[in-house]
């Protein structure tokens, strides 16, 4: 039996118009962390773009048959782009494998992704977290230097604003006040530790991404977010709550300074945070470009989790179960960007809204009910 996302793979792929033109492939860029939801969304959007990409990951966070196979969101994205991933199963940390990548291919520029993410996790285990987000970036950037490589593109978070001293948030808010989580804290360090870096040797170009709250998956269903445990972020565990996963969805605080009292967040398809990765590599190409450069991606608009869970159950057409629940500690009431700047230098809007973003995220959902492991899953 075929099975359904292969179906609508096949059906995506005949719709989508194939483009014929032979326009001259761009440089080799190394993805770390290019299993995950990010990563996986942003190498497809390169490859349509024509870029090359070398992927690399521990595959901790992500689901690949076994250790020397390449993650299926990978898989995926080669079926949905008809172009190859190289991938190779390593750690950040690991210097001399990284030594042994760098000297095997020409990079342009490297887009780091690879890092722990989870919250509530970096409170119980910020030893892990350091060693992977912030040492681990220090061998990358180690191993980048020593092959003279010095163009990166950093996976930030709005997080590092801490709780907002003004809103919209813009690059010139301070940072690294008042972060709640050892999660959080290591993007920050981390963005210290690049700004330290460019300041020291002009030749390094640095762009980091702070990025808001990303949601959805490509339109086709075939890649989309796929949380290996019980989810921490709202969107996965609202849809794992439409399919039938979870039986309720836990709405952390009603008495919030908001409308209707339920936290405000500035959500963004992953599409268009893709896109401004491809966006950012330009700019960091341009010999104009200098030293390193912080850019909001989001999408300048708040919405609550309660408008959030109406516009799901509008466009899947299922009742959301919630309740009403504490405020989760170290939540902030409202967090939404400014995103003018990334505009007016990187050319970038996003342009995708909240329909969109729950429509795809519900055709994921609906195709992939076990995430990448469904195939497994077929009698
Ligand atoms: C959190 C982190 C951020 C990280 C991001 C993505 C903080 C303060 N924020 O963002 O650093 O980059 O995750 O990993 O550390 N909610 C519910 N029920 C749920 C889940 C969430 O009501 O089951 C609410 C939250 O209270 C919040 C909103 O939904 O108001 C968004 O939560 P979430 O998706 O976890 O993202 P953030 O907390 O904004």
């Known amino acids: 039996?075929?099975?359904?996302?292969?179906?609508?793979?096949?059906?995506?792929?005949?719709?989508?118009?194939?483009?014929?033109?032979?326009?001259?492939?761009?440089?080799?860029?190394?993805?770390?962390?290019?299993?995950?939801?990010?990563?996986?969304?942003?190498?497809?959007?390169?490859?349509?773009?024509?870029?090359?990409?070398?992927?690399?990951?521990?595959?901790?966070?992500?689901?690949?048959?076994?250790?020397?196979?390449?993650?299926?969101?990978?898989?995926?994205?080669?079926?949905?782009?008809?172009?190859?991933?190289?991938?190779?199963?390593?750690?950040?940390?690991?210097?001399?494998?990284?030594?042994?990548?760098?000297?095997?291919?020409?990079?342009?520029?490297?887009?780091?992704?690879?890092?722990?993410?989870?919250?509530?996790?970096?409170?119980?285990?910020?030893?892990?977290?350091?060693?992977?987000?912030?040492?681990?970036?220090?061998?990358?950037?180690?191993?980048?230097?020593?092959?003279?490589?010095?163009?990166?593109?950093?996976?930030?978070?709005?997080?590092?604003?801490?709780?907002?001293?003004?809103?919209?948030?813009?690059?010139?808010?301070?940072?690294?006040?008042?972060?709640?989580?050892?999660?959080?804290?290591?993007?920050?360090?981390?963005?210290?530790?690049?700004?330290?870096?460019?300041y020291s040797d002009n030749e390094w170009k640095i762009i980091l991404l702070r990025y808001f709250n990303p949601v959805g998956a490509h339109p086709s269903g075939l890649i989309g977010e796929d949380p290996t445990d019980i989810p921490n972020n709202l969107m996965p565990y609202l849809s794992q709550v439409a399919i039938g996963r979870r039986n309720h969805l836990d709405v952390f605080g009603s008495d919030y300074p908001t409308p209707d009292g339920t936290g405000i967040r500035d959500f963004i398809h992953i599409t268009d945070l893709a896109i401004g990765h491809l966006r950012a590599l330009e700019k960091l190409t341009n010999p104009a470009f200098k030293g390193c450069r912080a850019y909001n991606l989001g999408t300048g608009k708040g919405y609550s989790v309660l408008e959030l869970v109406k516009a799901f159950e509008r466009v899947s057409g299922r009742r959301i179960n919630y309740k009403l629940t504490e405020r989760r500690k170290g939540d902030l009431a409202i967090v939404y960007a400014d995103p003018k700047l990334a505009e007016k230098e990187l050319n970038w809007i996003a342009k995708r809204y909240i329909d969109q973003m729950c429509e795809d995220t519900w055709r994921w959902q609906r195709q992939n009910p076990n995430g990448y492991q469904s195939d497994q899953d077929e009698p």
């Open 1 to 198: 039996m075929i099975p359904y996302w292969l179906l609508s793979c096949l059906l995506y792929l005949s719709i989508s118009s194939p483009k014929l033109s032979e326009a001259k492939q761009k440089a080799t860029v190394l993805i770390t962390g290019g299993g995950g939801y990010i990563g996986s969304h942003t190498i497809a959007e390169m490859l349509d773009d024509k870029y090359s990409v070398v992927v690399i990951d521990n595959l901790s966070n992500c689901y690949a048959f076994n250790d020397t196979e390449k993650p299926e969101s990978l898989k995926r994205v080669e079926m949905l782009t008809k172009k190859k991933v190289i991938f190779h199963n390593t750690d950040i940390r690991d210097s001399s494998g990284l030594n042994k990548l760098f000297k095997s291919y020409k990079f342009a520029a490297v887009i780091h992704f690879a890092a722990l993410k989870s919250v509530s996790e970096s409170v119980r285990k910020p030893v892990e977290y350091y060693e992977n987000n912030v040492a681990g970036t220090n061998s990358l950037i180690q191993a980048m230097k020593n092959n003279n490589v010095k163009k990166l593109i950093y996976s930030s978070s709005a997080t590092v604003y801490g709780s907002p001293q003004y809103l919209p948030l813009t690059e010139k808010h301070p940072t690294g006040q008042n972060i709640t989580n050892p999660y959080g804290k290591s993007k920050y360090f981390t963005e210290e530790i690049l700004k330290d870096l460019s």
